[in-house]
């Protein structure tokens, strides 16, 4: 079993830069794919981006290619995301999630994951 606690949320201004980050718990957390999810008010919650246990594959959506970079450290159990040139439209509750993947995988479903933390408001004002 693996818990989740994200961390490093805030309020910022439009271009700014954050990093969050999710510290794991349990054995299995060099074996486990993670991804980060996002959700804003009255919206789906959706993938953000993803790296494989092997720390070899990653997967990033669309809008935040060039601006978001998803990194891990295993000695640490922590997964990183750096999100430079935030924009309003990245304002959400960010979500750490964690599932059991082979040596590549880095899932953009949100279905494939197992494990989730409670998750860290980014609130990006104009």
């Known amino acids: 079993q693996v818990q989740l606690v994200e961390s490093g949320g805030g309020l910022v201004q439009a271009g700014d830069s954050l990093r969050l980050s999710c510290a794991a718990s349990g054995r299995t957390f060099s074996t486990s794919s993670m991804g980060w999810f996002r959700q804003a008010p009255g919206k789906e919650r959706e993938f953000v981006a993803a790296?494989?246990?092997?720390?070899?594959?990653?997967n990033y959506a669309d809008s935040v290619k060039g601006r978001f970079t998803i990194s891990r450290d295993n000695a640490k159990n922590t997964v990183y995301l750096q999100m430079n040139s935030l924009k309003p439209e990245d304002t959400a509750v960010y979500y750490c999630?964690?599932?059991?993947?082979?040596?590549?995988?880095?899932?953009?479903?949100?279905?494939?994951?197992?494990?989730w933390g409670q998750g860290t408001q980014v609130t990006v004002s104009s």
């Open positions: 790296i494989s246990w092997s720390d070899i594959g990653t």
């Open positions: 999630a964690a599932y059991s993947g082979s040596y590549y995988s880095a899932s953009s479903s949100r279905y494939d994951y197992t494990y």
